[in-house]
């Protein structure tokens, strides 16, 4: 079992965009309470790595290939790029983060627009050419620019909506696939 129900977003959307698979290399943002890090952990096996990064500290316990940094992607520090160096270029950038939500509309999607920069940011230093992209973002105005700006960036960009619970009714995922740029293998 997983230890956040927010599992299910990504199982879906690896089961229609073949995602995750033995021996990759993943980079999974925003990772804690660890769910998405879990199942992406299970699905690279053990020949396989997962570096996980989040603000938040997690009791849960990661299989050998899973490196878990507690971090701010903004101000990342020694361990965290260690790991980036060590294990670049990535097949798969993952980023589930979301912002603490103030309430008011305007500082939650600014907020949520600076998180999905510096994940294409982090994405673009580390994932290897062809990779592929996955973020959450949440509706409004500036969500349309920033898929303009993965489509430049990768062979093709994907909208998935997860069946929706009401408060997370804005959030929407953008699957970028095929890296056009970064290291080869
Ligand atoms: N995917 C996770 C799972 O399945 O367990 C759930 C992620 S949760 C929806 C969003 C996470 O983004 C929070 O744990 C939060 O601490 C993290 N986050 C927000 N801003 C961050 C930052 N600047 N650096 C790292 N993590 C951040």
Same mark, same amino acid.
């Given at each position: 079992? $997983?230890?956040?129900?927010?599992?299910?977003?990504?199982?879906?959307?690896?089961?229609?965009?073949?995602?995750?698979?033995?021996?990759?290399? /993943?980079?999974?943002?925003? /990772?804690?309470?660890?769910?998405?890090?879990? $199942?992406? /952990?299970?699905?690279?096996?053990?020949?396989?790595?997962?570096?996980?990064?989040?603000?938040?500290e997690?009791?849960?316990?990661?299989? #050998?290939?899973?490196?878990?940094?507690?971090?701010?992607?903004? #101000?990342?520090?020694a361990?965290?790029?260690?790991?980036?160096?060590?294990?670049?270029?990535?097949? !798969?950038?993952?980023?589930?983060? /979301?912002?603490?939500?103030?309430?008011?509309?305007?500082?939650?999607?600014?907020?949520?627009?600076?998180?999905?920069?510096?994940?294409l940011?982090?994405a673009?230093?580390?994932? !290897?050419?062809?990779?592929?992209?996955?973020?959450?973002?949440?509706?409004?105005?500036?969500a349309?620019?920033?898929?303009?700006?993965?489509?430049?960036?990768?062979?093709?960009?994907?909208?998935?909506?997860?069946?929706?619970s009401?408060? #997370?009714?804005?959030?929407i995922?953008?699957?970028?696939?095929?890296?056009?740029?970064?290291?080869?293998?």
């Amino acid at each position: 079992s $997983y230890p956040a129900r927010s599992v299910y977003k990504l199982k879906e959307m690896d089961k229609r965009f073949s995602l995750l698979k033995p021996g990759m290399k /993943a980079l999974d943002l925003g /990772a804690a309470p660890g769910s998405w890090t879990l $199942y992406a /952990a299970e699905r690279v096996g053990s020949k396989g790595v997962v570096v996980g990064v989040d603000l938040q500290e997690t009791e849960t316990k990661f299989p #050998e290939q899973v490196r878990f940094f507690v971090d701010d992607v903004f #101000e990342p520090r020694a361990g965290f790029l260690g790991a980036l160096k060590e294990y670049a270029p990535f097949d !798969i950038v993952l980023s589930d983060m /979301a912002p603490k939500t103030t309430g008011n509309k305007f500082t939650d999607q600014a907020r949520s627009m600076n998180l999905v920069e510096e994940a294409l940011a982090l994405a673009h230093n580390c994932l !290897i050419n062809g990779g592929n992209f996955v973020v959450k973002i949440f509706m409004g105005p500036d969500a349309d620019a920033y898929r303009h700006e993965l489509m430049q960036h990768f062979r093709s960009v994907k909208t998935f909506k997860p069946k929706s619970s009401r408060s #997370e009714s804005k959030e929407i995922f953008y699957v970028g696939l095929g890296f056009k740029g970064g290291q080869d293998a």
